[in-house]
């Protein structure tokens, strides 16, 4: 039997790929590479490259492949982008769900693992934020997040499929020995523009904003190493083959650090001065977005072993610094 990874040439989607083979199981890709990098397909899963929202792509590799499970992070996922045009996320993210849910009712496949986001909760009512916390999205993504696992949650109780949903806060890092990395195009992830500034393909970072109510004024995240995510597919996998009903759990480390203090570990690992500028807050940013992630802790036993801001960061410039222009270097 093996598991369906849909979207496992992309950034996490990659590094779970990685991890379930490193604990001896079958994997099956399936990516459009619309964002993914074939460069990022692990040679030893079988790959179909397609798109989810085909019906028959799906039929095809459910007819060829014993599926036990599947893990599923194919969606598009920029903030921006998502407020510009809103119909692509709620085309590719819920309609890729819908035929998703669809094929595996079908085959009767009854497992499924799913990338979320702390964007579901949009601006939080309480630090630090817990799963049973209000949800009012501030963002098509975040919306369309929310609504895939809506979906996930009416079919649970119509057919016989069982979900964990994983809201990740923020992933960060990459493998250790730098294979795989993050490489999104446009970039707008703070820790990769950070490294820009010492790889000399930006000047300075922009710190959006500087008069938040945190300690030094800037936004407060909860930064984990995309490792530990990946980790935490697999306990959520092995929780449903063991039984364990439909839940979501908050991915974060916890702990909040500001844009600045990014920044100044950023130079430690680096061992370069990286300049900065203050711009203007970014619409849409929430002061601070920290997890609480005792759940996660308690059912799944999940506890990040690689979430200390040094080591994401230095993981991240390991990537960075051995392919500068990402993938295609
Ligand atoms: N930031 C800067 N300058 C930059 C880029 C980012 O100051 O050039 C700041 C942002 O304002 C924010 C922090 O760095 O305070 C982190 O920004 P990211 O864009 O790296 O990440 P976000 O916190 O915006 O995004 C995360 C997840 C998304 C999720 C979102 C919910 O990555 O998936 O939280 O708000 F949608």
Wanted: a negative charge.
């Amino acid at each position: 039997m093996a598991i369906l990874v849909c979207g496992g040439a992309g950034y996490i989607g990659s590094h779970t790929v990685h991890a379930l083979l490193e604990r001896g199981e079958k994997v099956v890709i399936v990516d459009n590479l619309q964002t993914g990098h074939l460069e990022a397909v692990n040679p030893a899963a079988i790959f179909y490259m397609g798109d989810i929202r085909s019906d028959a792509t799906l039929e095809k590799i459910f007819t060829e492949n014993q599926i036990e499970a599947v893990i599923h992070f194919a969606a598009n996922s920029l903030v921006g982008e998502s407020v510009q045009n809103p119909l692509k996320y709620f085309n590719n993210n819920v309609g890729g769900m819908q035929v998703l849910l669809e094929a595996m009712v079908k085959f009767g496949v009854d497992k499924i693992v799913f990338s979320s986001t702390a964007a579901t909760y949009g601006e939080p009512e309480k630090i630090p934020i817990s799963e049973t916390d209000a949800t009012n999205p501030t963002n098509p993504y975040g919306e369309s997040k929310l609504i895939m696992e809506k979906i996930m949650r009416w079919v649970s109780r119509a057919n016989d499929i069982r979900f964990v949903s994983l809201r990740y806060f923020n992933a960060a890092g990459a493998l250790e020995s730098g294979e795989i990395g993050e490489d999104h195009t446009p970039e707008t992830h703070l820790i990769p523009l950070i490294l820009q500034v010492p790889l000399g393909k930006r000047d300075h970072i922009t710190i959006f904003g500087d008069d938040y109510p945190t300690p030094d004024g800037t936004c407060l995240r909860d930064y984990v190493h995309v490792m530990d995510l990946a980790e935490a597919h697999i306990l959520a996998l092995n929780y449903l083959r063991n039984g364990g009903s439909s839940e979501i759990f908050n991915l974060g480390s916890g702990r909040g650090f500001s844009v600045k203090e990014i920044i100044n570990a950023a130079e430690k690992v680096t061992g370069r001065k990286i300049k900065t500028e203050i711009g203007t807050r970014r619409v849409g940013d929430p002061a601070q977005l920290i997890a609480s992630a005792d759940k996660a802790t308690k059912i799944l036993s999940w506890t990040p072993k690689f979430s200390s801001v040094e080591k994401i960061i230095a993981d991240a410039w390991n990537w960075h610094k051995n392919h500068p222009a990402g993938y295609k270097s």
